[in-house]
C-alpha cells in the first residue's frame, strides 16, 4: 500500500513566509493610499490597525521610515479611530531605531 508523505516546513518559516507577504502587501496598500485615497476614513482606519503596540515593530518602522508622508496625510479624527487611542500608546515603544524616526518626522514637520 502506498505511504503518502506530507512534506511541512517548520512553523517558524510557514511564519515568516506569511509576515512576508503581510508586509508587501501593506506596503502596496501604503502606496496606495499616498497616491490616489488620501483622507478616505476608511482606507485610514485600516492601515492604523497594524501600528498598533500589539504589532511587530518592523510595521510601524515601514511607515515612518519608507513612506512617512502617510502619516501626514492622514485625516482621521481621534474619536474616529477603529481601536481605542492607547493601542498605540501601550506598552511603551522601547526601539530606539524607531523612536528616532519618530523624533525625526516630529522635527523635520514631516507629520502634524
Not at 517548520?10 to 506596503?27: D, G, K, M, W
Not at 499616498?34 to 511607515?63: I, M, W
Not at 481605542?84 to 522635527?107: C, G, H, N, R
Amino acid at each position: 500500500m502506498p505511504v503518502l508523505v506530507i512534506k511541512t516546513q517548520p512553523y517558524h518559516a510557514r511564519t515568516s513566509h506569511y509576515c512576508v507577504l503581510y508586509t508587501c502587501r501593506y506596503i502596496n496598500l501604503l502606496e496606495q493610499y499616498s497616491a490616489v485615497s488620501y483622507g478616505d476614513h476608511l482606507f485610514s482606519c485600516y492601515l492604523l490597525l497594524p501600528l498598533q503596540q500589539l504589532y511587530p515593530s518592523h510595521l510601524r518602522k515601514t511607515v515612518w521610515g519608507e513612506h512617512p508622508v502617510v502619516m501626514r496625510v492622514f485625516s482621521l479624527p481621534l474619536n474616529q479611530l477603529p481601536v481605542p487611542l492607547k493601542q498605540f500608546l501601550v506598552p511603551i515603544e522601547t526601539d530606539y531605531q524607531l523612536l528616532d524616526m519618530y523624533l525625526s518626522a516630529l522635527s523635520a514637520q514631516t507629520v502634524r
